[in-house]
């Protein structure tokens, strides 16, 4: 599976797509924590002080907004899944 970040999150962590080697089955939630264990300097911009992700940070997979999904964050991931991070986005 793999994991892409976006616009800020991009910049901040210096790379587009983060390969992600966890078994089958494993949450949307591990890979969080998988991704911000290899770039720490995600971690303040994703998670709060209880290690939950921030609202702001927009997180699809597969194209669905996770959090339109019945199991939301502990949705299980197969390797074929894409994970897509987006920052929060502002203008008029």
Excluded at 44 to 70: K, M, R
Aim: aromatic share 8%; no cysteine; glycine share 6%.
């Amino acid at each position: 599976m793999q994991a892409n970040l976006y616009a800020t999150f991009r910049l901040i962590a210096q790379v587009k797509t983060i390969p992600l080697d966890l078994p089958a089955g494993s949450s949307v939630m591990r890979a969080i924590q998988a991704i911000v264990e290899h770039y720490p300097v995600l971690r303040s911009h994703w998670l709060d002080e209880q290690d939950e992700l921030h609202a702001h940070v927009h997180v699809f997979l597969n194209g669905h907004d996770i959090a339109t999904l019945p199991e939301g964050l502990n949705s299980p991931l197969q390797p074929q899944d894409t994970l897509d991070f987006f920052p929060p986005v502002a203008g008029g």
